[in-house]
């Protein structure tokens, strides 16, 4: 079975530039998670899905971050526009449903010069 | 002060060493205890799950819940160099609403094993 699937792998990019990121769930997996981490911190939630549905979004800087699941599958991360504090690893989850295990993508390691 | 406290280390250990990794936290209401393991440059994944108090075994691994103290634990046993990673507990709430299957995470333990 395969496992999340994130890309890019890395991204490198100018502040004030537009970036997004793309994830896709383990197949059948309803519950998908965006997760932000800084360097040597643990993840933190940015915002969760149920189907379609962001039934979490209460840590999302809304002022330049936007996510959207369409179909209930695939889902897109974005930032607009990128400041340096953004540099960090942004990695995606998903699980059968909510408190079941979560399930990690390899993430995507951004830096913004 | 965060939810989840853990000692980031770094730990240096020779092989077969026994490993104690430790977490505290403040949010009484958190039930589900985990701990993830993280390789370089990859996504974290589960190695152990505990629901409440107890211990939990499996394998070289052994996970303890102190909810009374809100203090976890994670022992590994005859460690090698193979369990070189960042380990991170993790804990949720059983609670409905927006909080349900929320994972709150610590900042991470830095563990190398040399031989």
């Known amino acids: 079975e395969a496992g999340v699937v994130q890309s890019p792998r890395y991204k490198i990019i100018e502040k004030k530039q537009p970036v997004a990121f793309w994830c896709n769930p383990i197949?059948?997996?309803?519950?998908l998670y965006w997760y932000l981490q800084n360097l040597g911190q643990g993840p933190e939630l940015l915002i969760r899905?149920?189907?379609?549905?962001?039934?979490?979004d209460s840590q999302l800087p809304k002022d330049r971050f936007s996510a959207e699941r369409l179909k209930g599958v695939d889902s897109t991360l974005k930032i607009q526009p990128a400041e340096l504090g953004d540099s960090a690893v942004y990695l995606c989850?998903?699980?059968?449903?909510?408190?079941?295990?979560?399930?990690f993508g390899p993430g995507t390691r951004l830096l913004v010069l | 002060q965060k939810e989840v406290e853990q000692d980031p280390g770094p730990l240096s250990v020779p092989e077969g060493a026994i490993v104690s990794l430790n977490c505290t936290y403040s949010?009484?209401?958190?039930?589900?205890f985990m701990w993830y393991r993280q390789y370089s440059r990859k996504g974290p994944e589960l190695l152990m799950y505990?629901?409440?108090?107890g211990n939990k075994e499996d394998g070289r691994f052994t996970a303890q819940v102190d909810k009374s103290s809100k203090y976890i634990s994670l022992f590994i046993r005859d460690s090698q160099p193979s369990d070189s990673a960042t380990y991170l507990c993790?804990?949720?709430?059983?609670?409905?609403?927006?909080?349900?299957?929320?994972?709150?995470f610590g900042q991470g333990t830095i563990l190398t094993v040399h031989p």
């Open positions: 989850a998903s699980s059968l449903r909510a408190q079941e295990t979560q399930y």
């Open positions: 197949s059948g997996h309803n519950t």
């Open positions: 899905y149920e189907n379609e549905e962001a039934v979490d």
């Open positions: 949010n009484s209401a958190f039930q589900y």
């Open positions: 505990t629901y409440s108090s």
């Open positions: 993790a804990m949720s709430a059983n609670a409905g609403g927006t909080s349900y299957g929320k994972l709150t």
